[in-house]
Structure formats: structure tokens, C-alpha cells
């Protein structure tokens, strides 16, 4: 607060406000008797000093009769008419402040502006005071400056000077309120210091005593200040001061209607704005967009709605749209679309839109709401996104599920069946005979089968070790699960590692994506590892921790993947020496050889050879679907004479081409066709033409008593051997056949 102490004069008075805003009674300054200079600072203690002011306008009117508030009377005691006189008087005036906040309040519910409303006040303060002249200032934006808005009794000239006045500590009495926010009484402006810079001026006017009643908002901001000037000097009485209160009172209701209604008025305008702006950029973006209201009538969609379904603005609004959605979708849509207003979530739901051709189309129809800071909803804003080529590639992409499961099915059917004969063929059904040797073998794979001891299966080619391997699989308890192969001897050695145990993504060159090693394929199941001999050395000792620890890593990874498989492996290499000769690691031998199964060769299994030999005829013979009903008793003495060093697989081979070549229902074999080790190689070509012209006229003499010596007809050679009697007649002559000699 400023210091005022130079302000000697009589006569001023400075009405404090209280801190919540309300007034305290008029306290006289400086009065008649001069008094010592106010030191600085010491004008706000005695401000605290201040008693209460008499109630408002609003509270004077509507206290009880009895109650102090209703009379404004000075507490020093006068007759009892005069008292009675004062009373009414004072009433009279409230009332009519009444009237004027009255008025005020419709002129400001009538629209009226603010020139009109607070020159009307001051008419009617005027009028109500009879020698008074009342005006309003109101404050620049800039908070430093008054200017005159209402005082129809204030001279021309005196307007124009302080148009505008700057507010301070002492600038005359509307300044000075406006800067302390405090009431300010001047009884007398030709002796009051805070009229220095204005006396003059005011007093060639005729103003003499000015009182200024600051206007204030809630927040305590001034909006201006209200003033009542007199022609002579004069101190205010308390209905004085409630007049000045009460007019006040009305102004700051009138400037502040006045702002509201322009705020209110800015606000919706921006609304307007925006709202239009809105709208602009919904017609622009790329998709159909609407708006409903909170109870989900249609309010607005945009341009390519419209564009899109041919429909107008008239006939969807409000739940018109529904004339667009598929009446098979209909309900649908409608449930889901009351159930996001039931619960105020957004939500989506897929449905058919007709386009403006009639054609229905796949929509997905979003739904959001917007909230206001309460979180009440305001509106639902939406969008309708065609999603019909997806539809139609799901309904395809089910189709193909649909195929694919029913392949799957099959496959499964297949499979068992698969199965089925798998047992049959690869279960002991397979390994055929009867000898001791065999039967060794046999009892070897029932006694290991139940457990899940790692196996080495030992035998030279061609002696039926993956037969024996299999098994032992289908006796265990692993049967359900996968049997894995893996030929070491095929697979070259820079891959072997990668074969077994799989590689991570760019492990090494070509590696372009993760993939799975055998043992990871045989988990809970079996892995037959043949030819385990050719196994690197690097391989070897990778095999050798899964043998010991159950454990290995993907070539170049670091990840340590856990195995639970039977291991079988399988060999036709003499191990010990390739121990010996460092090929192959002895504890890697050891881990292997936990149960060893040595598979004997067929020359040490001459008795099982006639049923062997019956076993593969009846085989091929429905494979090729001839009928062989006997087999030559020359040709099994051959077999069993012969050494096979291709053991069954040379057997298997040998039954199968002649089966393929033989003609009628008896089974042979050409003795040509069984060579041992040891036989000599043809010195010559000549040789080889006439073993096949031999074979050839056998065939043709044999076919040839078969038919009884008949060459063309159905039943004739010609005929069994599948080719043109022509060529038969010229092969008769060639290999010089006398025909009419065999009947």
C-alpha cells in the first residue's frame, strides 16, 4: 500500500473492506482538527482497527424487524419521531435499490447491452438521491486504467479530461478505490491532497465531494468503480453509504452478466466453428463417418455415407439408417447398438450396408462415445469400414479349412491304416524263419524292447538290421510315438551335426531359417542311427554327452534342449578295429554296445531260405497281380546251395525280377542270375548275347507248352508273353524253335 502520509487535509474519509469482501463503517482520517503526519505502514494497522459496517442492501431488507441490521440509524439517541422519520426514509431507499436490482436483472435477462443497463442505474440513482450526479468507470484490460461508461449528469468537458484515468494511490477518488480496492470518501475536493492533480479541473465543474465505491468480482478483481459527486461538500451518513453499496452491488451483477453473456457468447460461436470445422473434415476423410445423440437417434453422417447409400439426411436421421443394413442383419446390429448405450463402452459389429445399386456389402460399424469432463456423454461418433474382401476371403479361407480338415481326416484314416500294415510288414511278420540263429535274435528283442537301453545292432549288408530296429521300437513303450531314421553313411559330414541336432537362423552358410534336428523329431520317440560307424569325429563326441547327459544345442546356438529318445544304432563296420585304427572313440563304443544284438547272414540261416523265398514270392506276385501257385523244387536247391553274400536284400532282389519275368504260375530262377563273390567276370560280350538268347528261348518253349504250341488266340504265347504274334513268329525263326515239336 502506498504511503499517504503527505496528504494533509480535513474532511476524508477511507471505507475499508473487510477480507471476504464485505465493508466496515467510514473512519475519518484527518477531521477538523489537524492531526500529526501517518507515517508509512501505519495507514494498514489502523485499518485493522475498523468496526463492522452495517449490512447490504439484500441483508438489511431481509432481516427482522427487531434486529440490529434494520436500523440504520446512528447509535446516538434522538426523539422518538425522529427516529420513526429516519426509518422510513431509510426503507424507502432500500426499497428502491430493490427496484433498481430488479430492473437490472431484466434488462440484463432482456438482452439489453451495457451502456443501456448502467445508464439506467445511474438515472435511477440519480433520481432516488435528488442532488446527486452517480457514474461508472470500468477498468481497461490492461488493469491500469479507468474509463468513464456511465454518468449522464457529468459534464461534457469533465468526461473528456479524465477519458482515461490512470488508477494509483492518490487519483482522486476513483482512482484511488480502484488501486487500494477499498472504498475512498472525499467530503470536500478543494482540500483533499488526493485531488491535487485533479482540483481544479473539478472544481471549475462544480464538484466538490466525490465517493468512489470500488466494483469487485468474486475473485477480487476490479471491474471498475462506482462514484456519487455533489456540488458541495458533504460527509456521508450510513444510508448514504448503503446507497452507494446497493448501486454498486448492481453494477457489478450488470458488468458481470455482461461478461458472461460475452464469454457465453465467444464459447458458441467456437462451438459453432468448430462444430463446422468438424463437420468439414468429416465430409473430407476417406471412410463413412456418422454421429448419433446420447440416446442413439442418427444425427449427422458424412458426404460419401450419403454418396455411398443414395439415401438423404431426411430419411436417416434418427433411426432411419436402419432402411440400410441387410434384414438378415438387422436385429443383430440393433442388439449390439442398444447394448453400447446401455453400458457406454465403444464397440464394433460386422454387417451387410446396401449401396446405393442395391448391392449389400461387408461394413465393420465402430462406435466411440464422447465424454464430457463429468464423463456424461455428449454424443457417439462412428465409422463404417467396407470390409467385404476380407469376408470373402475368410468364407474362401474356411472353405479351405474345411477341405484341408477333411484331407486331414483322411490322412488320419490312411494313416492308421498305414499303421496297421506297417505292424504287419516291419513287426516280426517280417522277419521270417525259423532257425536257431534266429530265434536268438528274436529273444534278444523281446528282452529289450520294454526297457530303454541303447542298442548296437551288428551284421553284415543286408541282413535286416533296420527290420530288427523297428522291432524293438514297436515292442517298447515309445510304440505310439515317432521311429526317426538317420543314415550316417548318406548324409555328408560337414552336415551330419546339423542333421541330428538342427541349426539356428545363419548358423553357417544356407542357413536361412531355424530348423529342427532328428532327435528333436524323435522326442519321446526312437532313433535308429545306421551306419553308425561312418560318423565323423567331432559328431562323435556331440553324440556322446546326449548319450550321457540327455542334452544338446543346435549347431550354432547356445540354448540346451533336452532329449528323452531310445537311441538304436546299427553297424556292418568291425568297430574294435575301427577303435584301433582311431576311427572311432572307444567310449563312444561303450555308450553304444549297452546291449548289442548281432544279426547273423542268411548263409548261416540256410533253413529259413524255402520260407523266405515263399514269403517273397507271394509278395511280389500280388504286387505284380500274377497268380504263382508253385515254386520249382530246382530252384529252391539253387537258393539254398547258393552263398548270398547280399544276404535278404539280395534275395529280395533276385524273387522280384523273377517274378516280373515269369510267365506262368509256376515260380524259377535263372541260375545266371546268382553270381557269389568269387565267380569270374564274362571275359566277353559274345558270351552275354548268348546267355540272353538262352533265356529267351526258355521263355518262348515254355510259354509255347503252355499254350500247346499255339501262337496267336487269346490263349496263345503271344498272349502270355504280352507282345504282337508277328514278333513272336520272327523271334521263332531267329532262335530256331521247332513249334509243331512242342504240344
Not at 221 to 232: I, K, M, N, R
Not at 407 to 414: A, G, I, P, T
Not at 527 to 532: H, P, Q, S, V
Request: hydrophobic share 40%; glycine share 8%; charged share 25%.
Amino acid at each position: 500500500m502506498a504511503d499517504i502520509s503527505d496528504c494533509d487535509s480535513t474532511n476524508r474519509q477511507v471505507i475499508v473492506g473487510k477480507k471476504d469482501g464485505t465493508d466496515r463503517t467510514p473512519v475519518r482520517l484527518l477531521g477538523s482538527t489537524p492531526t500529526a503526519p501517518m507515517a508509512s505502514g501505519c495507514f494498514e494497522e489502523y485499518l485493522r482497527t475498523v468496526p463492522e459496517l452495517s449490512p447490504t442492501v439484500g441483508e438489511f431488507m431481509n432481516a427482522p424487524a427487531s434486529s440490529p441490521k434494520r436500523d440504520p440509524t446512528p447509535a446516538v439517541s434522538s426523539g422518538p419521531e425522529e427516529n420513526e422519520a429516519g426509518q422510513a426514509s431509510k426503507l424507502a431507499h432500500l426499497e428502491s435499490l430493490l427496484s433498481a436490482e430488479r430492473r437490472t436483472l431484466e434488462l440484463i435477462s432482456g438482452g439489453a447491452g451495457l451502456d443501456e443497463i448502467l445508464q439506467d442505474l445511474c438515472e435511477t440513482i440519480d433520481a432516488l438521491a435528488g442532488n446527486t450526479i452517480s457514474a461508472v468507470m470500468l477498468m481497461d484490460a490492461d488493469g491500469m486504467r479507468l474509463r468513464p461508461a456511465a454518468g449522464p449528469g457529468l459534464p461534457k468537458g469533465w468526461v473528456e479530461a479524465i477519458t482515461p484515468l490512470k488508477i494509483g494511490p492518490c487519483i482522486g477518488s476513483c482512482g484511488s478505490a480502484a488501486f487500494l480496492k477499498q472504498r475512498v470518501i472525499v467530503s470536500d475536493i478543494a482540500t483533499d491532497p488526493l485531488w491535487a492533480d485533479y482540483r481544479d479541473l473539478a472544481l471549475s465543474y462544480g464538484l466538490r465531494a466525490a465517493w468512489s465505491q470500488p466494483l469487485l468480482s468474486k475473485n477480487q478483481e476490479v471491474l471498475g468503480t462506482f462514484c456519487l459527486s455533489y456540488a458541495e461538500p458533504r460527509t456521508p451518513n450510513e444510508t448514504d453509504l448503503q446507497l452507494i453499496e446497493g448501486a454498486g452491488h448492481i453494477a457489478v451483477i450488470a458488468i458481470e452478466g455482461e461478461r458472461s453473456q460475452a464469454a457465453l457468447q465467444h464459447a458458441y460461436q467456437e462451438i459453432k466453428q468448430s462444430e463446422a470445422r468438424l463437420r468439414r473434415i468429416i465430409d473430407t476423410i476417406p471412410t463413412l463417418a456418422w454421429c448419433s445423440l446420447p440416446d442413439g437417434t442418427g444425427e449427422f453422417w458424412n458426404r460419401r455415407w450419403h454418396e455411398y447409400t443414395g439415401l438423404t439426411p431426411e430419411a436417416v436421421r434418427g433411426w432411419g439408417w436402419q432402411d440400410a443394413i441387410h434384414p438378415e442383419d438387422l436385429k443383430e446390429i440393433t442388439d449390439k447398438w442398444l447394448g453400447f448405450l446401455a453400458s457406454g463402452q465403444p464397440g464394433e459389429v460386422e454387417g451387410r450396408l446396401r449401396r446405393f445399386d442395391g448391392v449389400y456389402r461387408w461394413f465393420l460399424f465402430r462406435a466411440e462415445p464422447l465424454r464430457d469432463e463429468s464423463g456424461n456423454i455428449l454424443n457417439w461418433y462412428g465409422t463404417d469400414t467396407d470390409i467385404d474382401d476380407r469376408k470373402r476371403a475368410e468364407g474362401e479361407l474356411e472353405k479351405a479349412f474345411e477341405q484341408i480338415k477333411r484331407l486331414k481326416d483322411r490322412l488320419h484314416d490312411e494313416n492308421v491304416v498305414l499303421r496297421e500294415q506297417i505292424d504287419q510288414v516291419f513287426m516280426f511278420e517280417e522277419i521270417v524263419g525259423a532257425s536257431p540263429a534266429l530265434k536268438t535274435v528274436l529273444s534278444s528283442i523281446v528282452k529289450v524292447a520294454p526297457t530303454d537301453s541303447t542298442v548296437l545292432i551288428t551284421g553284415e549288408t543286408g541282413t535286416g538290421k533296420e527290420l530288427i530296429a523297428r522291432a524293438i521300437h514297436k515292442g517298447s513303450q515309445r510304440a505310439g510315438n515317432a521311429f526317426i531314421t538317420v543314415n550316417c553313411a548318406a548324409v555328408p559330414s560337414s552336415l551330419i551335426a546339423s542333421e541330428l541336432f538342427g541349426h539356428e537362423k545363419g548358423a553357417f552358410t544356407g542357413a536361412l531359417q531355424q530348423r529342427q534336428g532328428r532327435f528333436e523329431l524323435a522326442h519321446s520317440g526312437t532313433i535308429f542311427l545306421d551306419e553308425i560307424g561312418e560318423l565323423p569325429a567331432e559328431t562323435q563326441i556331440a553324440l556322446l554327452r546326449v548319450l550321457q547327459e540327455r542334452q544338446f544345442e543346435r549347431v550354432g546356438g547356445s540354448r540346451v534342449i533336452s532329449s528323452d529318445v531310445l537311441i538304436i544304432a546299427a553297424t556292418n563296420r568291425d568297430l574294435a578295429a575301427a577303435i584301433t585304427a582311431g576311427a572311432f572313440r572307444a567310449d563312444l563304443f561303450y555308450r553304444l554296445n549297452v546291449f548289442p544284438i548281432h544279426v547273423p547272414p542268411l548263409r548261416n540261416r540256410k533253413e529259413d531260405i524255402p520260407m523266405l523265398v515263399e514269403y517273397f514270392v507271394k509278395r511280389y506276385a500280388e504286387k505284380a497281380r500274377k497268380q504263382i501257385g508253385k515254386i520249382d523244387k530246382n530252384t529252391l536247391k539253387l537258393c539254398q546251395s547258393y552263398p548270398w553274400p547280399g544276404n535278404i536284400r539280395e534275395l529280395q532282389n533276385i524273387i522280384e525280377r523273377s517274378v516280373i519275368l515269369c510267365t506262368g504260375d509256376t515260380f524259377w530262377i535263372d541260375e545266371a542270375w546268382l553270381s557269389s563273390q568269387d565267380a569270374p567276370r564274362l571275359e566277353s560280350s559274345g558270351s552275354l548275347i548268348q546267355t540272353v538268347q538262352n533265356y529267351e528261348k526258355q521263355l518262348v518253349e515254355a510259354a509255347l507248352v503252355e499254350s500247346n504250341g499255339k501262337v496267336a488266340g487269346p490263349n496263345g504265347a503271344a498272349a502270355k508273353l504280352g507282345m504282337p504274334r508277328s514278333s513272336l513268329e520272327l523271334k521263332i525263326k531267329q532262335l530256331n524253335i521247332k513249334k509243331h515239336t512242342i504240344r
